[in-house]
């Protein structure tokens, strides 16, 4: 009898764990849906691609597909026409788009460091807290790819801005990667005088390198509360080094 039951549970167990991973990947496909649509790839009033297609993308089981798409459509997001498929709400998306307004001084750039000491080191807490497989190849070819132009004393906006938003990404919270897709135009704009300063008489490529290297093991590994500190001595690293110490006075 003792047998059967502990059988018995271990079944329970595997199959809790089994809807536990499937809730899981519910919530992933969920978000990846919810970004394309809030970030006009799947555009208002376009139609998505169907169930099988969906799957085939993303990589998961229709079920999955399906119940993801039946949150997006309790929220709004998207409507059925009879026959037709699945499309995207036009109204929904259009109100979904956030923004900011546009990079007129260095003030703002500074403001825009600030902004993102808010966000992204919590963003890297939880990355460490709730990454996969999947997000963590997607910091990994980021990390790549800056490793690849630090070997040649280059500085990549475009793959700098890809390790920070494939962190929030790995946060499974798409407030984060929203902001960080508005903030896009902005961010760029510092990064890009951030890499100008490191080619200075005392090039730092290698040292903001090894900032990111050290965020990613910290997320790989699960470490949230080192995650978070990583991620805040990088950002007011580069904040300062831009500013070369001498922030601004922004009061009133």
């Not at 700098?160 to 897709?181: P, W």
């Not at 902005?186 to 290698?206: K, Q």
């Not at 978070?228 to 690293?237: F, P």
Request: aromatic residues 6%; contains cysteine; glycine residues 8%.
């Amino acid at each position: 009898m003792a047998e059967n039951g502990g059988l018995g549970q271990e079944a329970a167990a595997e199959g809790k764990s089994e809807r536990g991973k499937s809730v899981k990947l519910v919530d992933r496909v969920f978000n990846q849906l919810h970004e394309r649509i809030r970030t006009g790839n799947y555009a208002p009033d376009s139609r998505l691609p169907g169930e099988h297609e969906l799957a085939s993308m993303l990589g998961v089981s229709r079920p999955v597909v399906r119940d993801a798409l039946g949150r997006l459509r309790e929220q709004g997001l998207i409507y059925s026409r009879q026959g037709a498929g699945t499309f995207v709400s036009a109204q929904v998306s259009a109100a979904a788009q956030l923004a900011y307004s546009p990079v007129k001084s260095i003030a703002d750039i500074q403001r825009c460091y600030e902004f993102r000491l808010t966000i992204e080191p919590a963003a890297a807490y939880y990355a460490a807290q709730r990454r996969d497989e999947a997000a963590i190849a997607r910091i990994a070819a980021a990390l790549a790819e800056l490793r690849e132009a630090t070997s040649h004393q280059l500085h990549r906006t475009d793959a700098d801005f890809l390790f920070h938003k494939a962190i929030a990404e790995a946060a499974n919270n798409h407030y984060y990667t929203a902001s960080l897709e508005a903030l896009r135009a902005h961010i760029a704009v510092g990064m890009h005088l951030h890499g100008l300063s490191l080619m200075g008489p005392r090039p730092g490529l290698e040292q903001v390198y090894e900032e990111h290297r050290q965020i990613y093991r910290a997320v790989q590994e699960g470490r949230a509360d080192d995650a978070r500190e990583l991620m805040r001595k990088h950002l007011e690293g580069s904040r300062d080094r831009l500013f070369e110490g001498k922030v601004l006075d922004l009061s009133f």
